[in-house]
Structures are given as structure tokens and as C-alpha cells.
């Protein structure tokens, strides 16, 4: 779509997904999904929506209904060009098991929001939604306590954080991975065993930690639960600008030193063997990631001997590379999924994937984050007959 159209659909999503009811500089929040097309036709040319009663200021209320279009229409959530939003285009309809976190009209329909059933989503939804107003200013959020995640945990939430937590959650749990393996020698590759994605910017997953079960648990280990961090910084809209979904880096300010988020450390202690505190937490999670992906490769070549390939950029991500060479093979010209995966591959992978798959972990769960890293590597390193304190990595 070129710009000025997106934008006037921006503006008739916002214009129509607004109900809007504010009063002494406080947002209530409304929506209607059920509008005829006709409706929604003429709702478009009126810029703003003004609320049905005061006392109000007309000039302040279209001020910050204007700025909070402006900031979410340059987020990724208003971004109707993305594949986020775009996949299901030839479909002409988003398939009901992706369309919650999809669509603002999924959303809705998922949860009950449009009238339907709560807990799944009856559909059609239409494509070409994004996450519109109406996802998160609905009176109906305020209903929702508890959130379900892949693990079948019941998280209980209060208020807007029933969004993000719906749709940040990931679409895998651990349980996932072990039910996959279950009875299979571990270092046996099996052709029936599939890749296991987590999905992507699984933030909600990372914050929830070992009580969220998102990651692949070892036998015998423990592992942190949800990062409760410190009371002002304790929800995603306390970092993250709702509508611009920036991080805002002042208030981190208050308690942190640092010239930027990915500088900030707490730990005293150096994590991936480097010995070097003066660096953000985030480098240590960066360099035990790197190296678990190097040791997924040496386990793939040298133990199963089934050479492996990353690529980020396609899916499945894991390519079978049979010659070593470094490349994907390929047959009727598309690269080969990897199809050697044995229990222990598998679920090291998996928890890597998990990992680099948010690229806040470092400020969403630190501690849960370098578990999952430390104890991937650890089992791996003895089929390779590495020792685990040449690395000098710390839990
Ligand atoms: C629990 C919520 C959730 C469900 C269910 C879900 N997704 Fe997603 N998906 C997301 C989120 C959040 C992103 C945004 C990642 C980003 O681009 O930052 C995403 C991103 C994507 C992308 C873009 C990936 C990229 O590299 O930019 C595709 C494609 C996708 N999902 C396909 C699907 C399909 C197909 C389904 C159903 C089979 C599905 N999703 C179900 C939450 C979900
Ligand atoms: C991802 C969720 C989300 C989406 C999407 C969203 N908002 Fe908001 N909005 C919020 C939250 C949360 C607040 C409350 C902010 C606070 O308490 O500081 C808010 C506050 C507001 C306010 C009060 C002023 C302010 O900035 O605090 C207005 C007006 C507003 N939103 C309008 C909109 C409009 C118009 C759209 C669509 C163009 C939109 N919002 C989309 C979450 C969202
Ligand atoms: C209906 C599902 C949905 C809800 C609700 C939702 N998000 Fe998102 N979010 C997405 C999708 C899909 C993307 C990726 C969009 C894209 O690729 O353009 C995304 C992107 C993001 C990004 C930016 C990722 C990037 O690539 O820049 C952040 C940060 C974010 N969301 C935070 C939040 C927060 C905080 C909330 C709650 C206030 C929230 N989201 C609510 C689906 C959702
Ligand atoms: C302590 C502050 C903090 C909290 C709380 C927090 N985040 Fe983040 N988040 C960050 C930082 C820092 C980043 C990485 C910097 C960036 O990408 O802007 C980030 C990154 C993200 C991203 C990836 C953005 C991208 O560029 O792809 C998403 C999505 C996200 N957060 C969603 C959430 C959700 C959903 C919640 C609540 C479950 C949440 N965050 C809670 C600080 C926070
Ligand atoms: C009120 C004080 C406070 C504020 C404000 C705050 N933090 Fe923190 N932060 C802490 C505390 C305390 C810890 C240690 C928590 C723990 O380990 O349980 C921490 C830990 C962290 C860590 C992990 C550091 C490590 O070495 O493990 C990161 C990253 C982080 N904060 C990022 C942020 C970001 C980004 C912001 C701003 C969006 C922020 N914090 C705002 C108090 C705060």
C-alpha cells in the first residue's frame, strides 16, 4: 500500500476502533468491531471521535488522540506491510489458530471481546487487520484475569497486559519438545522428528521464566521463575511506550548506570567465561548463545554425522548441509529441511531458538535465560567430550 493510503487506514482504524471516552487526561477505553463497512466509510473522514460529555478541553483530547495515532502508527503493530500481517494474503482469510495474535479482530474473537465464544477463535477473519486500537482499548480487557500459555499455565493479569501477554507468549512449551522425544535413545537421529519453533518476540514467555515453562527443561536442574526485576519496572507498559513500543530509557536511569539498555549489568560475576563485568548482561546471554550454536554444529557433524546449517531467514531454519560445506542442500531448488534430528539435538536447539528469538531476554529474565544456555551446553558438551570448565561458564 503506498503511504497515504496506509495512513487513511490508519486513521479510519483509529477513528473507528475509538469509542472514545476521556475525561481528565485519562484514557477509558472503547471499541466496536461490529460496524457495517458503510459505517465505517463515513467514520473515516471525521478525524477525531469526541467524547459524549465533559467537562473536557476539545483541544487537549484531539492532541493526544492525534499524538497516540502518530506514535502507534510508526510501530510495528500498525505496520499492515509486514509479513506479521500479510501472510495469509492469497488465503484472503487468516487461518483461526494464528489469527489472535494477528489481527486486533482475532484478538476479539479469541477472547470473547466480539460476542463469540471465549477461548477460540470461530472466524473468518478478514486479513489486512493489524493490531489496531481496539486490541487494547477495550472495556472488555478489564474482564480477563488469566491468560493460558502454551505450558497450560493460567497466568492471572490485570488490565491492558492481557494483550501483550496473549500475544508474546510464544506458541511452544518445553512440554512441547519433551512430548516429541519421549522414548527415543537420545543420541539416535529419527526422520520423524520435526523442528520445534517457538514462534517469535516471545517476551511474555522469557518474563515468566521456568514458572511460564516455555523453555526445555534438563532433568535434576531448577531453573528462575518469573523476573519480578524491581515494582516500577514491573509490567510491559512500564518499559514500553504502548503505542510506539520504544523503550523509554530515562526512568531506567533511576537505578541503572548505563548509556543504553544493552549496557546495563547488574551481576558481579562474568557469565560466559570472558572474566569482563564491565560489559552488559546482554553480551554474556550473546556469547553463551554463540557458543551453543557452535556446539549444535559440532554435535550434528561430529556426533550424529548429519552436518547441520542455520539460516535465519527461512523457515525451518535448520538445514540439512550432508557435504559439510557450509551450504544448504538443496532438491527442486529449495534448501532441504534438516531431517537428522536426535532427542539431544533437538531439544538443545530448541532452547537456543527460545533464546535468540527475543531480543529483550536480557532485560525480560536474564537469570532464566543463561539456565536455559548453561545447561544446553553442558548436555552437549559430554557426547562431544568436551569438559565443562574449560568454558569457565557460570548458571
Ligand atoms: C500466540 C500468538 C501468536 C500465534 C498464535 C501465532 N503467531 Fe505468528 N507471530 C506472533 C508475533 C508476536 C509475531 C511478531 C514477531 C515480530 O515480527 O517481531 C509473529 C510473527 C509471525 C510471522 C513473521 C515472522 C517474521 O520473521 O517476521 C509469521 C510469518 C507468522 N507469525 C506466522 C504465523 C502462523 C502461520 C501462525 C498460525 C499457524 C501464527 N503465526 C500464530 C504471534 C503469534
Ligand atoms: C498495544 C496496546 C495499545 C494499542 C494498540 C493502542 N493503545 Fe492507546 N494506550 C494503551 C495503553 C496501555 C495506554 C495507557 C498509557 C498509560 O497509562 O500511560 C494508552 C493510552 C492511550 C491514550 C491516552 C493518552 C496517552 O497516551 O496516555 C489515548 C488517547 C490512546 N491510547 C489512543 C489510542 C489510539 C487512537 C490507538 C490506535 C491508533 C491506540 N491508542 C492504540 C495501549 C494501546
Ligand atoms: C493482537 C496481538 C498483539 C498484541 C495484543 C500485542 N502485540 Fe506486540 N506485536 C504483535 C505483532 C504481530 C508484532 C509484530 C508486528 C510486525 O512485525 O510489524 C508485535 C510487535 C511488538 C513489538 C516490536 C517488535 C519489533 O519488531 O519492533 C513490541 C515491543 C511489542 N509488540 C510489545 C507489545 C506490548 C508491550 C503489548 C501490550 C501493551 C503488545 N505488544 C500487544 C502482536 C501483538
Ligand atoms: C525492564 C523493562 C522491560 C519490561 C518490563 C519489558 N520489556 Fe520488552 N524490552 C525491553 C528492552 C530493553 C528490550 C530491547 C530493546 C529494544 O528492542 O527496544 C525489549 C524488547 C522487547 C521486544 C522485542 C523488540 C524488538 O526490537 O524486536 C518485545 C516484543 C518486547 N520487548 C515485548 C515485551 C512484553 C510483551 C513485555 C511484558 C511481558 C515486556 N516487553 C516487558 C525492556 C522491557
Ligand atoms: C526501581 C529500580 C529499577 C529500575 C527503574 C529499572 N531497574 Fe533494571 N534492575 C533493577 C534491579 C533491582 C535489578 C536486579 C533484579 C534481580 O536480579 O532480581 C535489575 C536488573 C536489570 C537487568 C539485569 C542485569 C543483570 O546483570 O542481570 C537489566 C538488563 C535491567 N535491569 C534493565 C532495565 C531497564 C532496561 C530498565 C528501564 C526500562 C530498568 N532496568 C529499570 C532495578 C531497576
Redesign the pocket.
Known amino acids: 500500500m503506498p503511504v497515504s493510503q496506509r495512513f487513511t487506514h490508519a486513521v479510519m482504524v483509529a477513528t473507528v476502533a475509538l469509542t472514545l471516552v476521556v475525561g481528565g487526561g485519562q484514557a477509558v477505553f472503547g471499541q466496536d468491531s461490529s460496524e457495517s463497512e458503510q459505517d465505517k466509510e463515513s467514520e473515516a473522514s471525521i478525524p477525531f471521535a469526541l467524547p459524549q460529555s465533559g467537562p473536557f478541553n476539545p483541544a487537549d483530547i484531539e492532541i493526544k488522540n492525534d499524538q497516540s495515532i502518530a506514535d502507534w502508527f510508526r510501530s510495528a503493530h500498525a505496520d499492515a506491510a509486514a509479513d506479521a500481517f500479510r501472510h495469509w494474503d492469497e488465503e484472503e482469510e487468516i487461518t483461526a489458530v494464528c489469527a489472535t495474535c494477528h489481527s486486533g479482530e482475532g484478538f476479539r474473537d479469541y477472547h470473547g471481546l466480539d460476542g463469540t465464544v471465549a477461548g477460540s477463535v470461530e472466524g473468518p477473519i478478514s486479513t489486512g487487520g493489524v493490531v489496531d486500537c481496539g486490541t487494547c482499548h477495550n472495556s472488555g480487557l478489564a474482564d480477563i484475569e488469566e491468560i493460558a500459555f502454551p505450558s497450560g499455565l493460567m497466568h492471572p493479569v490485570q488490565g491492558v497486559e492481557a494483550s501483550c501477554m496473549t500475544c508474546h507468549q510464544g506458541r511452544t512449551a518445553g512440554s512441547n519438545v519433551e512430548s516429541a522425544i519421549m522414548g527415543l535413545e537420545l543420541d539416535t537421529p529419527n526422520p520423524e522428528l520435526r523442528f520445534i519453533n517457538p514462534h517469535y518476540a516471545t517476551a511474555a514467555a522469557t518474563w515468566l521464566g521456568g514458572y511460564g515453562g516455555s523453555g526445555y527443561h534438563y532433568d535434576g536442574k531448577t531453573y528462575s521463575g518469573r523476573?519480578?526485576?524491581?515494582?516500577?519496572?514491573s509490567s510491559c507498559v512500564s518499559?514500553h511506550e504502548p503505542h510506539t513500543l520504544e523503550?523509554?530509557?530515562e526512568?531506567?536511569l533511576?537505578?541503572?548506570q548505563a548509556n543504553e539498555?544493552a549496557d546495563?549489568?547488574?551481576?558481579r560475576q562474568s557469565y560466559d567465561g570472558s572474566g569482563d563485568t564491565a560489559k552488559?548482561?546482554?553480551s554474556d546471554i550473546q556469547a553463551n548463545a554463540a557458543l551453543l550454536l557452535d556446539m549444535i554444529k559440532s554435535y550434528a557433524s561430529e556426533v550424529v554425522e548429519a552436518p547441520i546449517v542455520y539460516d535465519g531467514t527461512r523457515y525451518p531454519y535448520f538445514f540439512a548441509d550432508a557435504n559439510g560445506d557450509g551450504l544448504a542442500d538443496q532438491a527442486d531448488g529449495r534448501p532441504v529441511a534438516y531431517n537428522s534430528w536426535t532427542p539431544r539435538g533437538l531439544r538443545a536447539t530448541y532452547n537456543w531458538k527460545l533464546v535468540t528469538s527475543d531480543p529483550g531476554n536480557?532485560?525480560h529474565n536474564?537469570?532464566y535465560m543463561l539456565e536455559l544456555l548453561y545447561d544446553s551446553i553442558e548436555n552437549l558438551s559430554a557426547p562431544l567430550g568436551r569438559d565443562m570448565k574449560d568454558f569457565g561458564l557460570l548458571r
Open positions: 523476573f519480578f526485576h524491581a515494582r516500577p519496572v518499559c523503550v523509554e530509557f526512568p531506567c533511576t537505578c541503572h539498555p546495563i549489568r547488574i551481576a552488559g548482561i546482554r536480557y532485560a536474564p537469570p
